[in-house]
């Protein structure tokens, strides 16, 4: 099976939030119990991600230069082509796997022990840990239906054709067509997903505004440098069975240098 | 619709009016999406920014309640440019139809008003006819009484600066909404509009709609693929369901229900059938009594007889207006004492619902069909009322859903697609059909031991198989009609006659259910050779599966399609007639008949003098509303009813200045019994909520996510505020006014519960329909303290 990918073309997309819903159907998740949300205008729900939730379209009203956009944006892991999730799973085998081939990155449940390292490094703090039963959870690329000959749930129930499925080089050019299509109307689009990160993401947004339009998504994806540091504080560990509790240690030392540096860095620059 | 959801992708222009398509038809956007690929414009008019605008090429923010003024701008640019379609115009509108010179119009009120009646007498709204009574014509346009002279009359009143004030609507904006839309005035181009509640949901509905068809007459987008108008229904089965006569003026088939005056069959049918002079025209109703006749039959079948009028007796004849607001005021009158409702929820979705709630609790019983216990079910449960003290007696029959029953349902395109039953219903639910079924059988038991008039019960013609589960299959086939006289399936509404020897329960579905099959359960994905999505054996639509009607308009009198790239039918000569596309609307060669066939005068009606309240679409005022008509001193419809009963309270703008409208969204559906029982929707519109612009918000000190009082003259609800860009105030005249928005999905039963928008919408309905004026109301917003 060829690499496949995944095209979000933001001018399409109605919010109808089908996808959400058709992600919570194929993956057999719960609602969550909400309310009124009103730091998103109230029309988006739940506020973020959660093991309940793999798919989430954002909702954001911009007004600029006396127009007025509305923009949707459908939050979900990016599976990307080179995933810091992958490497920073400590659990051998490895419990975030990574079938390459296909460009598809799923949690293993009954490798994972929900240390939280794959949430730490992903750029995006895409996977949740579930606490409740000590597990990590992200975006499956409805693994069961893509290597079974199927599209995923999203890409199946989208209305309108803001979410497309396919060969990955294929999706590419088509994210390319997208954007120059958004060009000639006079606009200023962005694909992101094809070269953040250097290597790029297997789901790819062509967004017909700027990056800053979107205030949480991030303009320059980075993972931290620290994950290096990371696998060596833990080596010594590797000894004994890994537990989430050890590997949140490791987690909370590490976060307790950052900030002890970030200070140090202000105060420098104070 | 006229056209049908794929045929949007054909549009060079949309124009979504009265509708939120993207939030409440979303799949309609999987064919406007294709149609901007390949080009088209989109114009989202709404008086609030939707998730419809956020997609559109040009957003035009109108006051609730002014689209005639609107698209009376529009109309006139139009007019005053030359943007219109003279060719079309000329061929198959009745624009060069010459009136009655006593005909006119002053100051809001058109020739022959009855101020104490609220009624018009029409006689001068007619055409002026020849020697043989054939309407006449100028075709140079010219003459002071033609219709097109007159229209120009009318419209050159709605002057950019006029609509402007009256709308909110920038005047620039306006024209450019007239220029974009304007474009597809050229011959081979073509504009859709798509509508809703948005637009009939007024006391000026019906006139909103016909303004629409106006335009697209000027523009020569009728008949023609990516244009038409249309309606974008409800609910997925409501066209099937008005089809079949939901409603109370009508019987199947779109056939007046009998009037009181009709008091004999030969009355009936001579009031009722039209004539028509013209040899062009193939005036289609003139065949109303074979379609009457065949329907008696289907009811009665061997009882009817010429003899006996077909049991034309048996059917009531009506006096009064028995629409959704008359019922309910009579119920609370007493007068109606038991109600049996099926699949709809009045106490959420009725206009005035704190009246309609007291209205139920007058009842004697009340049964109602539905798949949960709704807020109507559940009446007495009202947290605001005490239980103790209501009488009536409520039976609730859970009813299957539509995958847990075989059947049929209409598309707003009007394609009937069969439905196979996919899951059995759960424990004792049951489907529609059954219930009727039983109920049926029932009533005819009882009526055959006596009672007041039983014959229309004991005598209708009523066996749908010996199962537990009556055959659906058979009532298809019934609707479909039979040859008496051979027992066969009839195979086309031409069939039918006026002697009773055939029967069918719905003439215009005549033709779905032949002896070649039931023609619904098609599933063939193979276009037609002119490929434009017609999709003729997906399905079946009415009439004779015509996929566009009025289709012969969208050649010249010659045959020749006016759009070669997107063809409809197009003639290829007397052997092969109109070969490779939709079913032509008649089969007669190009230029034998007039192509508007289902009008006497054979002509797309620009001066419709058929309806109540004019011949043109005028501007009035919604009942409430914050400012004075300036279009003339009639402030409001004047043959609306207006009901001044108790309960029926108007507000004023002294005390209600704020316009309020209410609304739907993507996540719940109608009165919500179905969204707001399912707990991934709840999950994402968990709460009833109000939309305001900011500046109301900062006048009143509310900030996003506070909890807000929404008064009226009729009720008071608390929301959660959203304050939003989305709605800004609309400057009228120089003063801005605030306008609120709504959803109306709320009530006190299901997993999200919330007041109900409908407990604030006024009794009030259009002059045509008496559809509820839901969408244009006055209110005052507070923040709710505690």
């Known amino acids: 099976m060829a690499e496949k990918g995944i095209l979000f073309d933001m001018e399409k997309c109605i919010a109808c939030r089908a996808c959400q819903v058709a992600c919570k159907q194929w993956n057999e998740l719960p609602a969550e119990k909400t309310t009124f949300f009103a730091a998103a205008g109230g029309y988006q729900n739940p506020i973020g991600l959660s093991p309940k939730t793999y798919t989430l379209v954002k909702f954001y009203e911009v007004e600029k230069d006396n127009r007025l956009r509305w923009l949707f944006r459908v939050q979900r892991c990016f599976h990307c082509v080179d995933p810091a999730c992958v490497k920073a799973c400590p659990v051998s085998p490895k419990a975030m796997t990574h079938l390459k081939d296909q460009g598809i990155v799923y949690v293993n449940k009954d490798l994972c022990i ?65 954007s120059d299509r958004l060009k000639k109307k006079g606009r200023n689009p962005v694909i992101y997903g094809e070269k953040e990160l250097e290597t790029g993401m297997h789901k790819i947004y062509v967004l017909p505004e700027p990056l800053d339009f979107y205030p949480d998504l991030p303009k320059s994806p980075k993972v931290s440098e620290d994950l290096g540091f990371f696998h060596e504080l833990l080596k010594p560990l590797g000894k004994l069975t890994l537990t989430a509790a050890l590997v949140g240690m490791v987690l909370a030392k590490i976060k307790e240098k950052k900030n002890k540096d970030k200070l140090v860095s202000k105060e420098e620059e104070g | 619709m006229t056209n049908h959801w794929i045929d949007i992708k054909n549009a060079d222009c949309i124009m979504i009016i009265g509708s939120n398509a993207a939030e409440n038809h979303p799949i309609s956007f999987k064919w406007v999406t294709e149609a901007m690929d390949n080009g088209a414009k989109l114009i989202s008019v709404d008086p609030r920014f939707t998730r419809t605008s956020a997609r559109a090429d040009l957003y035009v923010p109108i006051r609730s309640g002014t689209d005639i003024a609107f698209i009376g701008a529009v109309i006139n640019y139009i007019l005053e440019n030359n943007l219109y379609n003279k060719e079309y115009l000329v061929d198959h509108t009745t624009v060069s139809f010459l009136v009655n010179p006593d005909f006119g119009f002053k100051d809001g009120y058109f020739t022959g008003y009855d101020k104490n009646k609220r009624l018009y007498d029409k006689s001068s709204w007619q055409y002026q006819l020849d020697e043989n009574g054939i309407p006449k014509m100028d075709k140079t346009l010219m003459d002071p009484n033609c219709v097109f002279q007159l229209l120009k009359k009318h419209y050159s009143r709605y002057t950019l600066e006029k609509v402007s004030g009256i709308t909110g609507a920038p005047p620039e904006m306006i024209v450019e909404a007239a220029k974009t839309y304007g474009a597809t005035g050229a011959k081979d181009k073509s504009g859709t509009i798509m509508y809703a509640m948005g637009t009939t949901q007024h006391t000026v509905g019906t006139q909103n709609v016909r303004s629409y068809a106006m335009l697209q007459l000027l523009l020569g987008n009728v008949g023609v693929a990516g244009g038409g108008i249309n309606a974008l229904r409800g609910e997925s089965n409501v066209q099937g369901s008005t089809d079949m006569a939901l409603l109370f003026h009508i019987l199947p088939g779109y056939l007046k229900t009998p009037r009181a005056e009709n008091q004999t069959l030969e009355q009936y049918l001579e009031v009722w059938t039209p004539r028509s002079n013209d040899p062009k025209s193939a005036n289609w109703w003139q065949h109303t009594p074979k379609y009457m006749v065949s329907l008696l039959k289907a009811f009665w079948r061997d009882k009817a007889q010429k003899e006996n009028e077909f049991c034309y007796q048996y059917l009531p004849k009506v006096g009064a207006n028995y629409s959704h607001i008359s019922m309910f005021e009579a119920m609370y009158d007493g007068v109606i004492k038991g109600l049996i409702c099926m699949g709809q929820n009045p106490a959420v979705g009725g206009p005035n619902v704190y009246k309609e709630r007291k209205a139920l609790q007058k009842l004697d019983w009340l049964v109602a069909v539905d798949l949960w216990e709704t807020e109507t079910a559940a009446f007495w449960t009202d947290p605001e009322v005490d239980p103790k003290k209501i009488k009536t007696e409520v039976f609730m029959l859970p009813a299957a859903a539509s995958m847990e029953k075989e059947g049929s349902i209409t598309n707003s395109g009007r394609w009937m697609q069969w439905r ?212 003339s001193s009639a402030q409001t419809n004047p043959t609306i009813v207006i009901w001044t009963k108790e309960l029926d309270q108007i507000g004023t703008a002294k005390d209600f200045p704020i316009i309020a409208t209410t609304y739907r969204v993507t996540e719940h559906w109608q009165a919500g019994q179905m969204t707001r029982n399912n707990p991934w929707l709840v999950e994402l519109m968990p709460d009833m909520f109000v939309e305001m612009s900011k500046s109301l918000a900062q006048a009143k000190n509310i900030k996003n996510g506070d909890k807000v009082k929404i008064m009226t003259a009729r009720d008071s609800i608390v929301a959660y505020a959203v304050v939003t860009d989305r709605f800004k105030p609309f400057k009228l005249n120089g003063k801005a006014y605030e306008q609120i928005g709504l959803p109306w999905h709320y009530g006190f039963k299901g997993l999200a519960r919330g007041h109900s928008a409908n407990r604030l919408t006024p009794n009030v309905g259009d002059a045509n329909t008496m559809i509820p004026e839901y969408k244009a109301f006055l209110c005052d917003v507070k923040k709710e303290v505690g």
């Open chain 1, 114 to 178: 929900g240390c939280g390292a794959c949430h730490e490094y992903c750029p995006w703090n895409t996977p949740q840990i579930d606490d409740t039963i000590g597990k990590s959870t992200k975006c499956t690329f409805c693994v069961d239906r893509v290597t079974n000959g199927l599209e995923p749930a999203c890409a199946k129930a989208c209305t309108t054709g803001a979410i497309t499925f396919g060969d990955y080089d294929k999706i590419k050019m088509m994210a390319q067509k997208a």
């Open chain 2, 420 to 631: 196979y039953m996919a899951v059995h219903p759960p424990g004792d639910t049951k489907s529609d059909l059954w219930i009727l079924d039983r109920i049926q059988k029932e009533l005819k038991k009882l009526y055959a031991q006596g009672g007041t008039f039983p014959d229309p019960i004991v005598h209708l013609d009523w066996d749908y198989g010996k199962a537990e589960e009556p055959d659906v299959h058979l009532v298809a086939k019934e609707v479909n009609g039979y040859d008496l006289t051979t027992g066969k399936l009839v195979a086309s509404f031409a069939n039918l006659k006026d002697d009773g020897t055939t029967s069918s329960g719905n003439w215009l579905y005549c033709n779905s259910y032949t002896e070649n099959g039931n023609m619904a359960a098609r599933r063939d994905p193979t276009d037609a050779p002119n490929k434009i999505g017609l999709y003729p054996n997906w399905s079946w639509c009415w009439p004779v599966n015509r996929r566009i009607i009025y289709n012969r308009a969208s050649c010249d009198l010659e045959g020749n399609p006016y759009a070669p790239h997107k063809w409809v039918i197009k003639w290829t000569g007397p052997d092969t007639k109109w070969k490779g596309g939709d079913v032509p609307d008649g089969g007669w060669p190009p230029g034998d008949k007039y192509s508007f066939i289902m009008k006497p005068e054979g002509h797309a009606r620009l001066f419709g003098f058929g309806l109540a309240d004019g011949p043109f679409p005028e501007h009035y005022e919604p009942l409430e509303s914050p400012v004075k008509n300036t279009m």
